[in-house]
């Protein structure tokens, strides 16, 4: 059985103590055998300092000096060996033996860093919903359309041209006077094509289908009254092309409509080429002669703010803050 360290300091004490006393201690007289030694006290520590000293002439004188440090070693021992005892019985948890495991059973508490760490902070969680668009109110994006021509002066103002018919045709414009012209451009069926426009370009386009007596006219006006785009489709001139124009955003209404207005016109108000081919529909004024069965066939077609069909059509031109326009385009025949 192991003795704990500190009975072991004891203990050392003790016979160092007992070693120097034994160094420095006279010789003690032969003892006679008719003496009989004293029995040994109880608590040897009283019997030890109750004496002035371990000279035995001295207040202990009865006692032989070397008979007593005997005692008191063997009751040292008793001591040690009491004390060991205890030790080893005492309460989980007692000293252990110097260099020894810790106790069966024992779990002794590891030392882990993250447990005097700071607990991590989270950002707090944000209240403001992620922002929704409602259905219908933006207007979905697809590839730019190629470029067209490219007038000098460009102020950001364009039209994507797109031909809705199965035969390529070709849109030539007018211009006001002062006003850049633009080339004439050519589009393959499906094909959509972005004209740019300079600053207050204003003037009017067509399809080139037929004689050119009677045509569809696009009429538009960039950078107007309030920075406003104007526009319309106007059938004063004829019909020879469906055709719409709209924002390219969401605002703004459509103007013209893609339905063939040729099919069921009554044949008084078909245009013919000088072959006698039909390619579209007369105009509706002639040198100021407003022809009445004309207008009244467009109007119940085209209504009075979706296209002029009369000089006097005022509802029908639309305005938008948007400088981008959609242009939809498909010859009759």
Known sequence: MAVSPINRSLQSLIFQTLSKLSEVAPPSPPVSNSQTPSPVEENPYQSLFSNDGFDPSGAGGTQDLSQQIQALMQTMNQITELLGGEQGAGEEGGVPELGGAPKSGSNPEQFNPQQFSPPPTTPPATTTPPPTTEPGTQKTQGPQAPKGNNPTGGAGNTMDFTNDGDKPMTVTFTTN??????????????????????????????????????????????????????YDVSYIEGNNASMTIAPETAEGKTSGTMENLVEGAPDSILARDANGQVYGIKKTTTSEVRDPNIINYYRGKVGADEGYVD??????????SDTHLEVHLKDVF
């Open 311 to 320: 000089p006097k059509d005022d509802l029908s031109t639309l305005g938008t």
């Open 177 to 230: 006077p002062g006003q850049q012209q633009i080339p004439p451009l050519t589009l393959q069926p499906g094909q959509t094509v972005r004209q740019e426009f300079p600053q207050g370009w204003s003037g009017n386009f067509r399809s080139d289908k037929g004689d050119g007596t009677a045509v569809t006219l696009g009429e538009v006006a960039f950078n107007g009254a309030g920075n406003q785009t104007f």
